[in-house]
């Protein structure tokens, strides 16, 4: 079912929600509509990053994730190229646990919302109510 689901959404086309994060190639939304479908083990280096990339506010490009090979943290420089290059406002992403549920990087623009009960912390929830999030954490 996982696979069969797209890699990622564009809300009001200004909030672009997915996975993971920006591949090391940086894409323009339109080629997100070309990836492989129904790829399990992504095998297309662009899908796998989508899925498994992490953004990193201490470093300003991409370095070797430790998550393994073809992982990668990318930092604001990357972050605010691709922002600018496809004109989005907010970057929403899940993948990554977070204590709080919720947590934000570069200057508020990237969300990162946790919501698995597996990882011992709050589960977060963002709704978008009158263009204005609002965050809702469970213990």
């Known amino acids: 079912m996982f696979a069969s689901l797209p890699p990622a959404a564009l809300l009001n086309d200004k909030i672009l929600c997915l996975h993971g994060g920006i591949p090391k190639d940086l894409i323009k939304l339109e080629s997100i509509e070309c990836l492989p479908k ?9 899908l796998f990053e989508i ?5 990193r506010d201490f470093i300003e490009d ?3 994730s430790t998550r ?27 993948h990554e646990v977070k204590m709080d549920g919720i947590g934000y990087n570069f ?8 919501s698995s009960e597996y990882h011992h912390g709050k589960k977060g929830i963002l ?5 204005r999030f609002k965050e809702i954490k469970m213990e």
């Open 38 to 46: 129904d790829d399990f083990e992504p095998k297309n280096p662009i």
């Open 51 to 55: 899925l498994w990339n992490d953004p």
């Open 62 to 64: 991409y370095l070797p």
């Open 68 to 94: 393994g090979e073809g992982c990668y943290f990318f930092g604001s420089n990357i972050f605010e190229s691709f922002m600018t290059m496809n004109n989005l406002e907010y970057l929403i992403r899940g």
């Open 107 to 114: 200057n508020g623009k990237l969300i990162t919302v946790f």
């Open 127 to 131: 709704l978008i109510e009158d263009g």
